[in-house]
């Protein structure tokens, strides 16, 4: 069992920077394929990025985000800059366990996720 804790969100300008932060229990962190999903009111759930050996972007934040791990703290991050008011959302952290390293797109793919944080881009 894994559970996940994101923190992070909050309230920030168009144009602006937030470092969502999801942090993991258990003991074999490393094996874990991790993503970020969104999902904005009335919206279906969307796919944001994914690590594991490699790293998989949704194509609305490629180049803007940037999602990373550090398997000694058990976290994965969401580094999100130049954001937009179209970013507002609940965003996700999703884990599921991978052998080879594969990462993940597909929100089915994943076994466990955390509660959700708000991000609000708004002037």
């Known amino acids: 069992q894994v559970q996940l804790v994101e923190s992070g969100g909050g309230l920030v300008q168009p144009g602006g920077s937030l470092r969502l932060s999801c942090a993991a229990s258990?003991?074999?962190?490393?094996?874990?394929?991790m993503g970020w999903f969104r999902q904005a009111p009335g919206k279906e759930r969307e796919f944001v990025a994914a690590?594991?050996?490699?790293?998989l972007y949704g194509n609305s934040v490629k180049g803007r985000f940037t999602i990373s791990r550090d398997n000694a703290k058990n976290t994965v991050y969401l580094q999100m800059n130049s954001l937009k008011p179209e970013d507002t959302a609940v965003y996700y952290c999703?884990?599921?366990?991978?052998?080879?390293?594969?990462?993940?797109?597909?929100?089915?793919?994943?076994?466990?996720w955390g509660q959700g944080t708000q991000v609000t881009v708004s002037s």
């Open positions: 258990g003991r074999t962190f490393s094996r874990y394929a």
């Open positions: 999703a884990a599921r366990y991978s052998d080879y390293g594969i990462t993940f797109r597909s929100s089915d793919d994943y076994t466990y």
């Open positions: 690590i594991s050996w490699t790293t």
